[in-house]
């Protein structure tokens, strides 16, 4: 005999389960609300009975190139809603509210396969690649942590993204249920880390010695420099400026100063070069061709690497 209401609860399991084989929506989705509307535990959910002693000291998660996983990234069903995953990076960046899940989930699989740890830095996001990293900012504090997207959900019309508890606690949002946050996409390809590398290792370089060099700075104005022919007629030709960032006796020092300019792209599309003259190394920038050029570099290295830079046509 048809058995109408069984008929109907599997039914209604279809339709909040993830094609594919997605887990169905999490606690964090059908949450209840404390008086003031900032959320509450769900159920049997909220923090671990025996959380490890210092939660801020979990480092976020650590970025690295990872392949979309396939049986992850297909477009799903959940609450009567059509969701089609991301599968190429492009910039993301999204307001909106945050959740957290906790011990109600923990241990439990999520949707790439993996095992949710409540005290990993981890999240779960409706769209985002599994697996993707993502920055996230809690702009009432400026807290911000990296996590990785290993889930889906939250399917609330009103939430953006789900939390471990761990990062919600590194948030400081983890007492209130749910909390506005900024949700941004890190690009995790081998050219975009490598360039991230080079900047990091640029900027942690300790400052070398500067020894101060007396010099003259040129006019204002742009020059034209005149050069002879073979006829004898004068030809002018526009002249070249360069940004001198630094005078050492040590050529290391200048070639650490040197690698730190190009590392953060002070110099844009000029080169920059350790010119040893007269028994000093010069760190020079250049060449450019209008004075202008010139002074936005040297404005740059002055701004950023707190040196002075000069501007000359040598």
Known sequence: MFNFQRFMIMLCIATVTACGGQSAVKPTDTQASKPGGKGGYYLDDGPGDNPPADIDSIPDAQLKTEAPLARSNQPYTALGKKYVPMTSYAPYVRQGVASWYGRRYHGKKTSSGEIYDMYGMTGAHPTLPIPSYVKVTNPANKRAVIVRINDRGPFKQDRLIDLSYAAAYKLRISSQGSAPVEVEWIDTSP????????????????????????YTPPPVADTKIVVANANNNPDPSPASYYVQVGAFKNEANGDLLQKKILGLELAGDAAVTNVYNDGIYRVKLGPFSTRKEADVSANKVRKQLNLSAIVTNQ
Request: a neutral charge; hydrophobic letters at 40%; proline letters at 12%.
């Open 191 to 214: 050219e975009a880390l490598q360039k991230k590398e080079t900047i990091r290792t640029a900027t942690s370089a300790p400052a070398p010695e500067i020894i101060p060099v007396a």
